[in-house]
DNA sequence: AAGCTAGGGTCAGAAAAAATGAGGCTGAAT
DNA sequence: ATTCAGCCTCATTTTTTCTGACCCTAGCTT
């Protein structure tokens, strides 16, 4: 007999995801592409949340948004409750999968430093699925579903230096005698490192401007290729050209080297536990030493 | 020219919830009370997060279910995540309506002890609203959105212990002369508090077996009122027929009064801070002397 | 043994929520 | 003055979620 009890209903948790993904990256925009949705779902929903509270949480500004202090009060404790829910998905996904790992990296170093030595660990560890997903930047890993990542970076576990020098098929290596030749020849470029031209001519010719010439790709995997084939002159880091350069299919024409201040880095999302599958894939990436 | 980014989507918030639910109650049915929906629908939830780990989260069995070790392990987790979630929306309230105060009380209390102190409130407070929900058990207060909770308890702030007396019209009174003619008249009985009268007899008549009979209400307030218009003695709780009793409504015909281990109690959801609203409205609610 | 009950499962259809896509507005930077 | 990045709106579409009705099973009751 007892009355159905008309609850006060709760706000929507995804209108809260919106707002802690805008507030925290101070924009809509941004918030949608974390979301991995259209800003005017955004928009949509921290409306909605807005007017299921009475309350205003962003000012608009034709340039942005920017919280208002209602807004600012509430954040951190989203953004806590938010880490402590992704971290509890990680661990659920971890107890449903325990052999399972989840690597991000770009997509160079997925293709011509991981990809090479992935048979190496299937056959090491043949029990462990290793799922790699390319992107072209680092991920949050106290949100995103990953349980290693394998960026270039200034902390983390080093697994390699980043070298980098001209490299080129050999049959075009015979036509230059030094850097100023590169004046004549197509320097090929990747938008990723869209600097390394610029970094490598500060060293190797002080005092001179230089502008490579040449066409730029998205993908340095398909620009190594070029370069093999005789296309131009890549700079090339020296973790992703080894392959190419131990048979033979890429030389390096000059001797001027230049170590970046950052390396191939590898982070985990959480502390490894010891004998976990995660553990062991970053035991044998980090055991990965150098061919020289 | 970057290639659209094919990421792998997370799992759903609300398919988490139902888990979360299901899992710390041990039961779907339950879970669908407390989420306000079908037991259908989490039966649907927890079987899309468990298609989508690839692994079950519960053993059903035809008495219920039961969680599994990769559930069992993965709930700690949600539980932190999902009570921190229910603290950032607390903030996010007091936040947005500084001035309200949300209240959940018993239907009983509601009516004949909140309400009449609620004009002496609003007195002393004008700018506070006060939101009062009627439940028919304590909330929990970790997650429900409620800033303080007034129920029968055994801890919490006393603000009145639990004395309870037959009660009845004065016109029936003159017809009682002891307990032993109770089984001659209707005995006025409520849900809630179903034990009330086997209690009190147990003190009054120690040895008698007395069940009581009469109409059943489910809600007190209607009971009282019935026991006014002489419908017959009811078990009054003194903080509850105080008002009737005060201007001659309702009469105790027998001396004997039985206090109950517990009392009406308030309990906040979080630390009050002093001189917010809901600090004013606790220290009100506290100040409540009983009028003797 | 038959009936009852509590707790889950399933399914089709309905309802609600969320997302899109196209167009518009604003103000800072060029 | 023009461009451009960001946000807003709105109609429409897509996806998700929920319901409602019914079935199934195991433990109790009668």
Redesign the interface.
Known sequence: ???A?P?????P??A??AFEAAARLESFAAAAVEL?VTPGAVTAQVKGLEAA???ALFERTARGVRLTA?GA??LP??V???D??A???Q???A???PQTV?IATLPAIAQLWLSPRLPDLRAAAPEIVVSI?A??AAPNLKRA?YDLSLFPGASGMLLAPEVIFPVCSPGLAARLRGPEDLAAVACLQD?TWAEDWAVWAAEAMPGQRFTPRGPVF?LYALAVEEAAGGAGVLMGHEALVAGHMARGALVAPFGTRVTLAQGLRLWSARPLRPGSAVQRVAAFLAGQGWPA
């Open positions: 007999m007892a009355v009890p609850r006060p209903k709760d706000l948790l995804s809260l995801r991995g509270l009475g309350a209602v009060r509430a404790g989203f806590a409750a938010f402590a829910m971290g509890a998905v661990v659920l996904r107890e449903a999968a989840h997903t992107m072209e579903p938008a998205s």
